[in-house]
Each structure stands twice: as structure tokens, then as C-alpha cells.
């Protein structure tokens, strides 16, 4: 593939290509699952977005309560709007003609997207409540230009953006966001360097920019580039995640191939994450919980897994069954349930129009009655399909608490199994429990044992 990146000395982007960086144990019997399931019970993708019509798309953002996604779509100036629970494409949003959006992000309060357009340099609203352009459609007094990347603080009462303007001479836009305008520009922003990802810490005490060379420390109270971290390593840094404890920040290097790990105590880099698997890693997630992060490889069809703990890769999750390529935007679905937080992530196929749902935890199964069919000869041997979600994970089937032979998973939604003879061998409605190493589904009296006259 094309290197995304200029050979000039301070190794920018092209402006054009900016915006596309801009993601068991059985019972009674062996289960039976398809060859792409066998890897794991987490991490595992799971299908692809519904109905998804995007063209290029690049980044992905979810509102706080986890209900819907955003996906900018640089190749036909929309936006798409996901139904983030069951995973379908609601509506897309047109922007003005001459668009090209290539990154975005939900307000904390989840009211608003803020949406980053290198083709008019323009920073768009999008009210979450109608999904389309809000009232006030741009940032008031935007001066900048190429925009790549935008976060906002969460710091209590905080109304604050920073807006990283990738051009010629970059910089960092300070927006207002309870009236929508540009306020300012950081101050000592050497604009030689870049301007690539921006994440603020958690406290809203200080960000980081990744530039060309290394990250910028940015003093939020004075909204003034303070430090660069220190003993930085990796080669053209992009994009950037804080851990939810604010004490680690992970930033991906594209041409070293990387990801680096910064103590934000010290802001100092502490470790390479080298040779992972994926080539020219672009986006960087962190898990709500804080337990892992993932990575995507633009030139790779599969998701890096970093252990927080060890700041080291532990695992893939490999995409190649649906055919998709040049992975790029990735986050964590967050969840107003604090127990499913994270529990599934989104990534974006810039290269073949896809956004891929991955399970990141093993989830509970669900069954959707009727079970077909739903009922069966007392002496057992009847062949029934069972349809729901989070099947995968499959490790038996019960029916009346026996134990059904020959489970086989399908797929995530699909489990087919043998009845088992009826409890006490008479007539009866049955509870059938689903086993999965995420928690069984249960549906009650969902299959009836009768008798059949011989006559």
C-alpha cells in the first residue's frame, strides 16, 4: 500500500491523506463451532453494521449512553447515524456540497457532534436529538484549517475543545462549546511540528497533541503548550488514548510500526510496544474498564490487544472474514448498564465501506422463542434450532435440565441441538437453558414433549 505519510523533514501528512487516518466446557457432548469462532470467547468480531451505506468512512463516536454511533463518510460527504444497539444504519446525514468529513466526536453531554471537514474547514454541529445540522451549523470564528482531530474535556463544568489543525502551520483551536465558537488558539504551539490526535486527561488538568516528533503537553488552565513528553521514541505519532485512571496515555506511531506508553505523572514515554501485529497502526482505543486498549493497523485486517498491565499485545482480533480492509477509527461502546460498559467495540473498514462490531467480553446469551420446532417426541432425537444472540459462546444446550447432544453453533445467532428424552419420559413443557461462558439464556416452557399415537 502507499506510505500515508510525507518524506519531508518534519514527516506531516499529505492533507489529502490526513483525512483518511482521520478504528468450554461441553455438556454431555462436544460443541460443534465454526472454524473462525475457535480463537476466543472475547475480542471476537461478531458481525458487520446493517444497512450501511457510507462511502470511505473513517472515524466512529458513540453518544455517552451508548444508544447510537456517528460515522463521518469522506467519500459522500455524510454522515451516518448507527443504531448502536441492535447495530443498523438509521439515516444518513448530508453535509454541504464540497464536504469531506474525516473525524468527529460526541460532547460529553451527548447533545451534539462535533464534525472536523478538511474539504470547506469547517467544524459542523450535528443535534443528536434530530440527527441533522444544528440550528447553529459550524463553529462561530473557526480560523483553522485541515482539522484532524477534536476532544473535549470532562472536567467538571468544563465547556472546553481543542480542535488540532493539521496544515502547513498547525495549531490547536480552543472552542467554546456552551456558545459554539472558537475562543483562541493555544499559545507556544510550535506549528512546524503538526498537529495530529488531541485527548485530554481525564481531570481536564492537562492534554496531549501528538505532533510530527513526539506529544505536546498542553497546560489547560492557561491553554499553553507547557512540556513535550519526554524520552519519545516512536516514529510520527498519530493518535492518542488516555486510560480512564488518567495515569496512562497510549499513542500510536505509524512508520516505527508502534505504540508507545506514556506515564502522564512524569509525561514521560516508558515504553515501545513494538512489532505488534498490524501495519501502520492508526486509531487507539481504551476499554472503560481500563483493562486493555485496542489498536487498529491501517495496512491490516485485524485489531491489536494491549494489556494495560503489562503494556503488552496479548491478543488479535482478526477481521478477515469479512473481507474488509485498511482499518481505521475504533472505540468502545459505552453503557448507561455500568455492567455492560465496553462490552462491545466498533471499527471502522475505511477501505471497504464496513464498520465492524466486535464482542469484546463474552455476553450473555439470549434466546428468541419459538424454538423451531418447539415441540418433539417424549422419547428424545428431535432436531430443533435455536435463534437469538450471543450464541457463539455456545457450550450446551438443556432442555428440562437433560442435557441435548450434538450442539452445533452456527453462528451468533443460530445454535441447532438433539433433544434429549423427556424428564420421567412423560408429556411436558420444558424450560431450555442455552449454556455460555457469558451467562446462560433461559426461555421458560419453550419446548413441549408429546406422545404420538402409533395408530
Not at 213 to 219: F, G, H, R, T
Not at 324 to 332: A, E, P, R
Request: hydrophobic share 35%.
Amino acid at each position: 500500500m502507499n506510505n500515508l505519510l510525507t518524506t519531508t523533514a518534519s514527516r506531516r501528512f499529505k492533507s489529502g491523506l490526513a483525512s483518511v487516518m482521520i478504528g468450554l466446557a461441553a455438556v454431555a457432548a462436544v460443541i460443534i463451532v465454526p472454524e473462525t469462532a475457535q480463537a476466543t470467547s472475547g475480542n471476537r468480531a461478531t458481525q458487520l453494521v446493517a444497512a450501511f451505506t457510507g462511502t470511505a468512512p473513517n472515524r466512529v463516536a458513540f453518544t455517552p449512553d451508548g444508544s447510537k454511533a456517528y460515522v463521518p463518510n469522506t467519500g459522500t460527504n455524510t454522515v451516518s447515524v448507527i443504531d448502536a444497539q441492535n447495530h443498523k444504519q438509521l439515516k444518513i446525514i448530508n453535509l454541504p456540497r464540497g464536504s469531506t468529513p474525516g473525524n468527529l466526536a460526541v460532547a460529553p453531554d451527548g447533545t451534539k457532534v462535533y464534525v472536523l471537514d478538511t474539504g470547506t474547514h469547517s467544524v459542523f454541529i450535528i443535534d443528536t436529538k434530530t440527527d441533522d445540522l444544528a440550528s447553529t451549523s459550524t463553529v462561530k470564528g473557526y480560523k483553522g484549517t485541515s482539522p484532524y482531530s477534536v476532544a473535549f474535556s470532562r472536567a467538571q463544568g468544563a465547556n472546553l475543545a481543542y480542535v488540532t489543525n493539521n496544515d502547513e502551520v498547525a495549531s490547536v483551536s480552543i472552542i467554546d462549546t456552551s456558545t459554539d465558537t472558537q475562543t483562541g488558539a493555544v499559545d507556544g504551539y510550535d506549528g512546524a511540528q503538526g498537529a495530529h490526535g488531541v485527548a485530554f486527561a481525564p481531570d481536564g488538568t492537562f492534554a496531549y497533541v501528538a505532533t510530527s516528533e513526539s506529544v505536546a503537553v498542553i497546560d489547560v488552565s492557561k491553554h499553553q503548550q507547557s512540556a513535550t513528553v519526554s524520552s519519545y521514541t516512536g516514529d510520527t505519532p498519530l493518535n492518542i488514548a488516555i486510560t480512564p485512571d488518567g495515569k496512562k496515555a497510549y499513542v500510536t506511531n505509524q512508520q516505527s510500526n508502534s505504540v508507545s506508553v506514556i506515564d502522564t505523572g512524569t509525561h514521560t514515554q516508558t515504553k515501545e510496544v513494538a512489532k505488534f501485529n498490524g501495519i501502520f497502526p492508526a486509531d487507539v482505543a481504551a476499554n472503560p474498564d481500563g483493562a486493555i486498549v485496542y489498536v487498529t493497523g491501517f495496512g491490516s485486517h485485524s485489531v491489536s490487544v494491549i494489556d494495560v498491565a503489562t503494556d503488552t499485545q496479548t491478543n488479535t482480533v482478526d477481521l478477515n472474514s469479512y473481507e474488509g480492509n485498511h482499518l481505521n477509527g475504533v472505540k468502545f461502546r459505552p453503557d448507561a448498564n455500568p455492567s455492560n460498559d465496553g462490552d462491545v467495540a466498533y471499527v471502522v473498514y475505511n477501505g471497504s465501506d464496513n464498520v465492524a462490531v466486535i464482542q469484546v467480553h463474552p455476553a450473555a446469551a439470549i434466546i428468541a422463542p419459538p424454538l423451531a420446532p418447539s415441540s418433539g417426541q417424549v422419547q428424545g432425537g428431535t432436531s430443533v434450532t435455536i435463534t437469538g444472540k450471543n450464541l457463539l459462546d455456545t457450550t450446551g444446550v438443556t432442555f428440562g435440565g437433560t442435557a441435548g447432544t450434538s450442539p452445533t453453533v452456527v453462528d451468533d445467532k443460530t445454535v441447532t441441538v438433539i433433544t434429549p428424552a423427556a424428564p420421567g419420559g412423560d408429556p411436558a413443557q420444558v424450560e431450555v437453558i442455552v449454556e455460555n461462558e457469558g451467562g446462560p439464556g433461559k426461555a421458560e416452557k419453550a419446548f413441549t414433549y408429546i406422545t404420538v399415537d402409533p395408530n
